[in-house]
T-cell receptor, first 111, second 116 residues
Framework: DAKTTQPNSMESNEEEPVHLPCNHSTISGTDYIHWYRQLPSQGPEYVIHGLTSNVNNRMASLAIAEDRKSSTLILHRATLRDAAVYYCILRGYSGYSTLTFGKGTMLLVSP | GAGVSQSPSNKVTEKGKDVELRCDPISGHTALYWYRQRLGQGLEFLIYFQGNSAPDKSGLPSDRFSAERTGESVSTLTIQRTQQEDSAVYLC??????????????FGPGTRLTVL
């Protein structure tokens, strides 16, 4: 799977929007962009994924650049429960099924 | 329904002992994965089972590590002659195999292994 680059940490205030960036300049045409998050002392949980078009679900939105070399996970109103490490992961057919986790972005949310 | 469960939640062992870690996947999930997470690090892939196919063992760090899965149910990860560097949280995940690329993986709470 191609490599992703994320900031080590970000801070936000409660009830404000959060934009978590991810760079993946070597993405291939068939790579999907997945986001997982890991709350303290828990296993990771799925957040969202997309290929080319922007995606929305109950947890977040995923904005994908037109050239697909970067993407942004958007939490519309951060809550204290959203404090976690967020992982941006590419999955392609050559590296099927397994998730390759980097170090992710630690999101700190202040009341 | 029930999520992925793992046991024990914590395991403390002495260097050189063997340990067995158990994972119960979500019922009906044909794919099962083991990962390891050292303190402050990201997850490392260990092994992957999918249906009746031969498991992908490419992530196992040494021949002291092995895993088995009975059909499409329980899996056991065994670490023989444990070393201090084996101390980590061992995470299991399962998924309903669709295409291997868009499948969502559901993780268990992990087993924290401490080797003294």
């Amino acid at each position: 799977d191609a490599k992703t680059t994320q900031p080590n940490s970000m801070e936000s205030n409660e009830e404000e929007p959060v934009h978590l960036p991810c760079n993946h300049s070597t993405i291939s045409g068939t790579d999907y962009i997945h986001w997982y998050r890991q709350l303290p002392s828990q296993g990771p949980e799925y957040v969202i994924h997309g290929l080319t078009s922007n995606v929305n679900n109950r947890m977040a939105s995923l904005a994908i650049a037109e050239d697909r070399k970067s993407s942004t996970l958007i939490l519309h109103r951060a809550t204290l429960r959203d404090a976690a490490v967020y992982y941006c992961i590419l999955r392609g057919y050559s590296g099927y099924s397994t998730l390759t986790f980097g170090k992710g972005t630690m999101l700190l949310v202040s009341p | 329904g029930a999520g992925v469960s793992q046991s024990p939640s914590n395991k403390v062992t002495e260097k050189g002992k063997d340990v067995e870690l158990r994972c119960d996947p979500i019922s009906g999930h044909t794919a099962l994965y083991w990962y390891r997470q050292r303190l402050g690090q990201g997850l490392e892939f260990l092994i992957y089972f999918q249906g009746n196919s031969a498991p992908d063992k490419s992530g196992l760090p040494s021949d002291r590590f092995s895993a088995e899965r009975t059909g499409e149910s329980v899996s056991t990860l065994t670490i023989q002659r444990t070393q201090q560097e084996d101390s980590a949280v061992y995470l299991c995940a399962s998924s309903l195999f669709r295409d291997g690329v868009t499948d969502t993986q559901y993780f268990g709470p992990g087993t924290r292994l401490t080797v003294l």
